[in-house]
């Protein structure tokens, strides 16, 4: 009997969550370009996820391969006391899915941890970006018939294109 | 408009005392108890990661926590050492077990009746041992990171109160719980 999908999975990990956000990221072109908006958007949000984990756990330390589990995302991004996000400032608001909120973490990682970005420009880009996906994407997408508006698909695949063609400056 | 002069931020006492005593576990350090300082190297070349579980930290805000820390290894093991640390974590053991941070709980065998006899004596030896009360002082949770780290607690505890059944059990967190 040939495994099932999920038992086909890679450890989660640094190379796991670029190739998956650029996969994401052409799926949803092809939605986009069928018509469905909606499902692009969902998809996208993910890579844009994905990628600003990896990054995250890039900055932390981590090697391409190195296993990244649930306790490590809730210790990044976690609504505690103990979380990375707790540590630097952060209100966190407890969703792992948080866009916005892993923008931010990076940003403030990076303010008192280093390497800083070598142009203000780009944090503010990270900044607002991010905080722009978090506003027009969640993971609960999936659960509503709404279809997107035109200008939402194409913010978002403007959003997903930089995250994505920066993911190695992030 | 009232004036006012904001003041350099200083550590209070019980946080100077957080450092003091920090500084001391990290050069002497403790077979058993608390803090438990874990240092892991991870992929790259020379980066630590840093988990420092102790149930003083409760009270503490997290920023103040970090930079403790950070000021404990540089203290004991020097500027290039604690450049090297790229993640610092501080956490009381709830506050851990809630992440998902130490799974391997060790536990005896009718823990659920603290009032006997043995109860109170396997809780005394846990305590000992470094669990904590911060959760409920009736059920001390003495956990770890490592399966290795639970069995030698076991050992211990075997030794201190041998008429009990000592166990390891562990927390897995489900990567569902994440994907709802």
Redesign the interface.
């Known amino acids: 009997m040939p495994k099932p999908l999920p038992e086909r999975f890679a450890a989660e990990c640094i190379g796991e969550f670029r190739l998956s956000a650029l996969m994401r990221r052409e799926e949803g072109e092809v939605l986009a370009a069928a018509g469905h908006g909606t499902g692009a958007i969902y998809l996208w949000g993910y890579a844009v996820e994905m990628t600003l984990k990896a990054a995250y756990f890039n ?8 296993s990244i ?3 490590d ?3 990044a991004l ?1 609504n ?5 996000a ?4 952060m209100t966190p608001s407890g969703s ?1 899915h948080d866009l916005a909120g892993w923008g931010q973490l990076i940003i403030l990682y990076r303010r008192k ?1 280093g390497p800083s970005y070598l142009s203000g420009g780009f944090e503010r880009d990270l900044r607002r970006l991010s905080g722009y996906a978090g506003n027009l994407w969640s993971e609960t997408i999936r659960y509503h018939k709404n279809k997107a508006h035109r200008y939402e698909v194409d913010g978002m695949r403007r959003v997903t294109a930089w995250m994505l063609d920066r993911s190695s400056e992030l | 408009m009232p004036f006012q002069e904001i003041e350099p931020f200083r550590r209070t006492s019980q946080q100077e005392a957080l450092l003091r005593d920090l500084i001391a576990e990290l050069r002497t350090p403790q077979t058993v108890g608390q803090p438990y300082v874990v240092v892991k190297r ?3 070349d020379k ?1 630590r ?1 840093a988990y420092v579980y102790w149930d003083r ?1 409760e009270g503490c ?3 103040v ?2 930079d403790i820390v950070y000021d404990g290894f540089e203290e004991v093991r020097g500027s290039e050492y604690t450049e090297s640390i ?7 053991i709830p ?2 077990a ?4 130490l ?1 391997f709980q060790v536990r005896y065998r009718g823990w659920y009746h603290p009032e006997t006899e043995i109860g109170k004596r396997c809780n005394e030896a846990m305590v000992t041992l470094g669990a904590s009360v911060l959760r409920n002082p009736a059920h001390p949770e003495l956990r770890f990171e490592s399966e290795e780290d639970a069995r030698k607690a076991v050992d211990e505890l075997r030794r201190l109160v041998p008429e009990a059944e000592w166990g390891v059990t562990v927390t897995v ?3 569902r ?2 994907a709802f």
Request: charged share 15%; net charge neutral.
């Open positions: 900055l932390l330390g981590l090697g391409n391969l190195d589990r649930l306790s995302l809730r210790t976690g505690s006391p103990a979380s990375t707790s540590t630097l400032g792992l941890y | 991870v992929g790259k980066v990661h930290w805000p997290a920023p926590r970090a790229a993640l610092v974590v501080t956490a009381t506050e851990a809630d992440l998902g941070l799974p967190l489900s990567p719980e994440h």
